[in-house]
């Protein structure tokens, strides 16, 4: 069994940054992937960021790209998404999600364990 737990959301405003942080337990992220989602009110979950477990491959939204940087700690079990130069669109629940394969998606299907979500609101 794994346990996903986000933190780090909060309200900011236009063109701050945050980091959201994605602590598992259970089990290790030896062979296995992680990412990260989002939904906002009234639309439908979509894919944020993904990264393999030796943090060697890594891919992003285009929405994101340039912005969000996600990465990867080993030895803390850990996922992070560093978000930059934030967008009154990006206010969102974001999920973190793990992947029982190393193996790119960005289908929300193809992940197995989910973390409750954190808020992510910006104010323009």
């Known amino acids: 069994q794994v346990q996903l737990v986000e933190s780090g959301g909060g309200l900011v405003q236009a063109g701050d940054s945050l980091r959201l942080s994605c602590a598992a337990s259970g089990r290790t992220f030896s062979g296995y992937a992680m990412a990260w989602f989002r939904q906002a009110p009234g639309k439908e979950r979509e894919f944020v960021a993904f990264?393999?477990?030796?943090?060697?491959?890594?891919y992003y939204a285009d929405s994101v790209k340039g912005r969000f940087t996600i990465s990867i700690d080993n030895g803390k079990n850990t996922v992070y998404l560093q978000m930059n130069i934030l967008k009154p669109e990006d206010t969102a629940v974001y999920y973190c999600?793990?992947?029982?394969?190393?193996?790119?998606?960005?289908?929300?299907?193809?992940?197995?364990?989910w973390g409750q979500g954190t808020q992510v609101t910006v104010s323009s």
């Open positions: 999600a793990r992947k029982g394969a190393d193996v790119y998606t960005r289908l929300s299907s193809g992940y197995d364990y």
């Open positions: 990264i393999s477990w030796s943090g060697g491959r890594s």
